[in-house]
Nanobody
Framework: QLQLVESGGGLVQPGESLRLSCAVS????????IGWFRQAPGKEREGVSC???????IYYADSVKGRFTISRDSANQSVLQMNSLKPDDTAKYYC?????????????????????WGPGTQVTVSS
């Protein structure tokens, strides 16, 4: 079992930045990939970015390319650096781990795949 906890959310103005962290604990035998997802009120959850553990292969959703950067600092932490934030980025952000290579990181993100999920952290972008 893995436990994931997100932190770093908050209220910011458009154009500002936030840094989200995902702390992973438990039996952290190397997992296949870790990803960040978000869900806004009334909308479906969407994959933001996913990174493969073995070689750092990364997928970004088109909506965040060039503004967000994902990293996996260790087996125990992933960071999502979010720059040039927009009101449309307002959502609850979740991190999730996929334990085994059942698909690509792109599919992991596009289909919201994860074996373990954190409780989420709220990001609000508003002037």
């Amino acid at each position: 079992q893995l436990q994931l906890v997100e932190s770093g959310g908050g209220l910011v103005q458009p154009g500002e930045s936030l840094r989200l962290s995902c702390a992973v604990s438990g039996f952290t035998l190397d997992y296949y990939a870790i990803g960040w997802f978000r869900q806004a009120p009334g909308k479906e959850r969407e994959g933001v970015s996913c990174i493969r553990s073995s070689d750092g292969l990364i997928y970004y959703a088109d909506s965040v390319k060039g503004r967000f950067t994902i990293s996996r600092d260790s087996a125990n932490q992933s960071v999502l650096q979010m720059n040039s934030l927009k009101p449309d980025d307002t959502a609850k952000y979740y991190c999730a781990v996929l334990m085994r290579r059942v698909t690509t990181v792109q599919t992991m993100c596009n289909q919201n795949l994860g074996n373990f999920w954190g409780p989420g952290t709220q990001v609000t972008v508003s002037s």
